[in-house]
């Protein structure tokens, strides 16, 4: 199976060789890989450049962005100038993160996923970050979650869900479109991918309102964004973020700010997410 991956790289300097490295020492190399330099200040081009050099299907190319780091929208954008430069001849598509070490048969087991089941549409494995020189699950999200730093997105899968959208929640919405649309989404334990700059650390401080203004625009509705803000708070440890994210809510139905889904699509997710809701309440039964 061909496969391509999009780089958005914004001041990544100091991981972008370790991912290209990683990247470069697959078992079953990508037919493209473009590294989209997003208005960075430091020497991230030069460094990548030095990949071009080597890799003939490595290249590179120029965004001019904002320097603010909001969640999702500026990153996608990235990803967007990138996939455009692209043609239509792959199996399967990847936006990776510049701060991400692969294992070396990372994508070679993607493929044999998507190949053991024909309505796989996407696919990818766990993040790692280091703590006190350990290598530990960067535990923020659900075992059936892909992370948006390295998902792999069937070709038609991509398509049907109307690519990648600019916004936060958009490796959310992606997921549960998959679905509506009747694909799979399978991940694999046995993928350890390394985070080398855990997620959230560059946000700044007007990025603490759009998780919940994440779920507005998903259609989750007050109830499930309340359920939800309280176990992202709780897996990150910060309580108080409960409190911002259900303002980010309350701002974006005040600002009746457009919804990233149609009222179909958001009636199929609630219905989805309450479902999981339900298996995970029977799980905890059993277990205890």
């Known amino acids: 199976?061909?496969?391509?991956?999009?780089?958005?790289?914004?001041?990544?300097?100091?991981?972008?060789?370790?991912?290209?490295?990683?990247?470069?020492?697959?078992?079953?190399l990508p037919k493209q890989v473009v590294v989209v330099n997003d208005n960075s200040?430091?020497?991230?081009?030069?460094?990548?450049?030095?990949?071009?050099?080597?890799?003939?299907?490595?290249?590179?190319?120029?965004?001019?962005?904002?320097?603010?780091?909001?969640?999702?929208?500026?990153?996608?954008?990235?990803?967007?100038?990138?996939?455009?430069?692209?043609?239509?001849?792959?199996?399967?598509?990847?936006?990776?993160?510049?701060?991400?070490?692969?294992?070396?048969?990372?994508?070679?087991?993607?493929?044999?996923?998507?190949?053991?089941?024909?309505?796989?549409?996407?696919?990818?494995?766990?993040?790692?970050?280091?703590?006190?020189?350990?290598?530990?699950?960067?535990?923020?999200?659900n075992k059936d979650h892909i992370r948006g730093a390295f998902k792999a997105y069937k070709k038609q899968c991509f398509l049907d869900i109307g690519k990648l959208k600019p916004s936060m929640g958009w490796d959310t919405v992606d997921e549960l479109l998959a679905q509506y649309h009747g694909w799979k989404i399978k991940t694999d334990k046995t993928l350890r991918a390394k985070h080398l700059k855990p997620t959230g650390k560059t946000y700044n401080k007007t990025a603490r309102y759009k998780q919940g203004e994440a779920?507005?625009?998903?259609?989750?509705?007050?109830?499930?964004?309340?359920?939800?803000?309280?176990?992202l708070a709780l897996l990150k440890k910060q309580p108080l973020l409960l409190i911002d994210y259900l303002t980010g809510y309350y701002k974006a139905f005040k600002n009746n700010?457009?919804?990233?889904?149609?009222?179909?699509?958001?009636?199929?997710?609630?219905?989805?997410r309450w479902k999981g809701i339900q298996k995970n309440l029977i799980k905890r039964k059993l277990i205890n």
Request: proline content about 3%; hydrophobic content about 40%; aromatic content about 12%.
């Open 41 to 141: 200040t430091d020497n991230t081009a030069e460094i990548v450049s030095k990949y071009v050099e080597k890799h003939s299907f490595i290249s590179i190319i120029n965004n001019t962005s904002g320097t603010k780091h909001l969640p999702g929208s500026k990153v996608i954008q990235a990803f967007n100038k990138g996939y455009k430069t692209l043609d239509e001849q792959y199996d399967f598509i990847v936006k990776l993160d510049a701060d991400i070490v692969l294992p070396p048969n990372y994508f070679g087991t993607i493929i044999q996923h998507f190949k053991s089941d024909d309505k796989i549409g996407m696919a990818g494995g766990f993040a790692y970050i280091e703590k006190s020189g350990k290598w530990i699950l960067e535990n923020l999200t």
């Open 215 to 231: 779920f507005y625009k998903l259609d989750y509705g007050l109830v499930l964004t309340t359920i939800a803000s309280i176990k």
């Open 1 to 28: 199976m061909n496969y391509y991956l999009v780089i958005p790289a914004h001041n990544e300097a100091d991981f972008i060789s370790l991912t290209l490295d990683s990247i470069v020492s697959q078992t079953v």
């Open 257 to 272: 700010t457009p919804k990233l889904v149609t009222e179909q699509e958001g009636t199929y997710i609630r219905s989805l």
